[in-house]
């Protein structure tokens, strides 16, 4: 017998994605990854009962004979053992390898099957839970007794038990939960805090009061196997139900000691605020989305663009200007940005702006784009936050809008520990930020949330979105300032591409300066396949801009624009690698076989080649490539490292 983790290392990727389609795990493309997956799930004992049930009695069976006689066995063997056909047995054990329960190993007389180390532990203690089964009238003690001391100081720990290692005693830590366990108002609070999914599942438990046999809820349509298995998983770290025996099926059992906790409908209520966090533009996120972009545009394809998870990235976007400005949350918004950019696919694989979806994104009116900003950032969760986001957004959408409650009474939940209060902070931060909620301060200085009139929208609440007429303010050295009358994607785009970002009392606001109608051209030229002339460029934007003014702008405006986009001619630099042949025949050859190879050339004199656009990443293949054609590269020449063939 073997340890799991070695055994799971040896397999092929195929048999892991195998396995991890069994388990309905996501999908992913590395083998260390699925390992990872597959091992904390596998030594865990309530997935293995559960991965055993749905293959079938005969599973139990097997993994049972497999783990008391601790050795490996021939097919023909186990059927032997078994007292059933080998034409029944081969199908579960089939099934059994392809969700890496058991593990087979090449032998003189064929294959071989085991369990690995861990799992037969595991399984032997499954099988004396199903010898001893639990009742409905089981207490605490008998509950606790089920648990490791690691999985009882983890509970006890969970419920909020100060555990230190080594020190907390078993006996310690059973008193505290036994103590716990019973409080009617704790379990209330956590029933609160369960995903829609759980919270009825154990509703079910506790209308019917007996155990529910798992195979009835793998033959209902609405559940899929990883959904049951992640749902068990979430009321099980809770100690809220346990595994026993009915009909020789495994089922879950509620004990009847918390079957008496009703979670009461609750609402909550409005309160006073002392201070108010809120931010003065319902749209600011949405700027900053088309800002973040507006950077990744600029960069085109360099590194630290957005669509890269990098902290060197993110480093370089917390000090990119942005319409919010909190600072103590600056490197938690960018990362939300980038998140969400992603999600909906508007920064491609590579970190460059995807054009087209980029494009249809633009043409969207503001709360057309809030209401996508809403859904993509649910995906941006995972399974289990987002089914608390919901939870959380159902019971925003019955309060007052524009009236402020208690984050807390909306939450439904007293934190256990530091890790359930991190998570709903983070939920209202990131709410605020979609544009659902603004935040405040109580008097008592914990946090207040009210919903806005944009978020009413949102959130479905109102047929029609709120009024909004946010201007756009732009100014110049030597013009007057002008006010733009409604701002929209397609102009905060054009903007944040013509001017910096000037924070003003009431709208946005942006500085065009000679450096930055520079910085707008050379942009423009990377971007188009047929570059225009600046003093083109420059009336395009110009009959854009009188558009949104409404009227033709000031004469001094209409100059100082020309004239900046006449003097921004750009001249693009490239990279290039400078090679010297010794003669011009060599450097003729050497031409041939890398323009063959697709790589832009030009002769420079009568022995030199450049090689433009040459990146550094490139150099082995380029190294490769000349040599095959008999060139020995001398990367140590010339004071400024070009390289010359020998």
Known sequence: MRPLLVVLHERALQSLTAAARFWDLPSTSGASDLVGSLYPLLTDPWQLALGL??????AWKTVALLARLRTALRPTDLARELGADESVVLPILRKLYSAAIVASQSTEDGPTL???????RLATRLQQERDDPLSVEAGISELLDRLTDHELLELAERYGMRVLPTVTTREEAVAYLTTRLADPALQRDIRTSLSPRAQQLLDRLSSDQRPLPVPVLLAEPHWSFGELRRTIAELARWGLVWRTEESGRLSLLLPSLLTSVRVGPTHPQPID??????????????LDLLSLLARVHRESGAAGSAGSSTKDDSARAATHRWFRHEPSEQALYVEFLQRIVRVLGLVG????????RHASWLRLSFPEQGRRLLRAWRFTLDPGQRAEADRILRTLRSLAIDTWYEWAAIVGHRPLSGKPEYRHERLARELDWVGVLARGQTTAGTLAVRVTPWGAWLLGLRTDPPAHSVTANLSAKGCPPIELATLTPELAWLLLRLGDLRQTEREPGWQVTPQSVARYVVAAVRGESAPRAPEELGLVVLRTLEAAYGRPLPSVWRDTL????????PALARAALHL????????ERARAALEAARWHVAPLGQFDLLVIDFEARHRARLVSLLRRAGFVLDWSTGANEHSTPR
């Open 349 to 356: 694989s590579e970190g460059t702006v995807d054009r087209a």
């Open 53 to 58: 049930e749905r293959i079938g009695p005969l």
């Open 580 to 587: 010297r042949f010794s003669s011009s025949e060599d450097r």
């Open 562 to 569: 020309l004239t900046w986009f006449a003097q921004s001619r």
């Open 273 to 286: 605020l002392a201070e108010s966090m809120t931010h003065w533009l319902p749209i600011v996120t949405l």
């Open 114 to 120: 085991y369990l690995p180390t861990e799992l037969a």
